[in-house]
């Protein structure tokens, strides 16, 4: 098995990859109008977790293992692993990126892979379940959004750049959030890490400044930076894979502003 992996070629893992998310697409747009058992987590009634959430990630971890077998799987909801270094194969997965848009709105959530090897990007995905949309690539093979490859980001100024920013963050008064909202052209809360990457990674928007743990980083983060994208935390410098960061992405020179205002 695991000389099976490593000889696969990357379009093939990509492939297969696409394959378990346009199935568990399918599943999640037939479960959304009928099917979910909605419950809360970590003693906070806005943080919600559904049965598909845990039987996708059961599933996903599962079919990366099958695959994979030396992988380490870093998952949301305590079916995977928790490597302490980035070493190897690292395999993250969002069952559900954005449950609550899943439960109440029905539209604009995801599901997210990402895959590292010795801490380097390879590969990353985002089905935007609702539009039929899966973004997939990375650095050796360039960023698709379904067939059609994506071109690299134009760079833009953060005062004619469009943000998605935390409504958590945003609604606690954080005055980093205020400030970043205050100097671009326009911001979006959309409750979704992963379309929030699709729609920057589409050009529909510039930026993004949010608190984000791993697994909602993994994926948008290998395909952004393919892009010409900055990804990085407020002082610049690289995510830490391993835990949650707050997390900056737009183009350089927005980028450069938005370090230098949040020094200030
Ligand atoms: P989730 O739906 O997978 O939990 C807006 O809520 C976005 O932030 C979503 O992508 C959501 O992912 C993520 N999110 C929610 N609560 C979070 C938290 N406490 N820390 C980091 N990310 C969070
Ligand atoms: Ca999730």
């Known amino acids: 098995m695991t000389a099976d992996f490593k000889s696969m070629s ?50 996903l971890d599962q079919q990366i293992r099958t695959l994979d077998p030396d992988a380490k799987v870093v998952s949301e909801e305590g079916f995977g692993d928790h490597p302490t270094d980035m070493s190897g194969d690292v395999w993250f997965v969002d069952p559900i990126d954005g449950t609550m848009n899943f439960v109440h709105e029905h539209t604009d959530f995801a599901i997210m892979v990402a895959w590292y090897r010795d801490g380097k990007p390879k590969l990353g995905w985002i089905i935007d379940v609702m ?11 360039g960023v698709f959004e379904n067939d059609q490859q994506l071109p690299k980001q134009a760079d ?24 970043v909202g205050r100097s671009v052209l326009a911001f ?19 930026g993004y400044y949010a608190e984000l743990q791993p697994w909602d980083f993994a994926a948008g983060q290998v395909m952004a930076k ?11 410098k690289p995510l830490d894979m391993l835990s949650s960061n ?19």
């Open 188 to 206: 979006r809360v959309l409750g979704s890490a992963g379309i929030t990457f699709a729609r920057i990674l589409a050009g529909q928007l510039n």
């Open 131 to 141: 539009a039929h949309h899966i973004f997939h690539g990375g650095p050796e093979m």
């Open 10 to 59: 990357l379009a093939a893992v990509d492939q297969t990859v696409v394959g378990w998310l346009e199935q568990l697409a399918t599943q999640a747009r037939e479960a959304v109008t009928h099917k979910l058992t909605v419950s809360t987590k970590d003693h906070d009634a806005r943080n919600l977790v559904t049965n598909v959430d845990r039987s996708n990630e059961e599933w």
């Open 246 to 264: 707050a997390v900056i992405v737009t183009t350089s020179s927005a980028h450069r502003e938005v370090i230098t205002l949040l020094k200030s």
């Open 156 to 179: 833009v100024d953060l005062d004619q750049a469009v943000f998605a920013l935390s409504g958590r963050h945003l609604m606690q008064a954080d005055s980093s959030y205020q400030e």
């Open 226 to 236: 393919t892009l010409g994208l900055e990804v990085t935390n407020v002082d610049g």
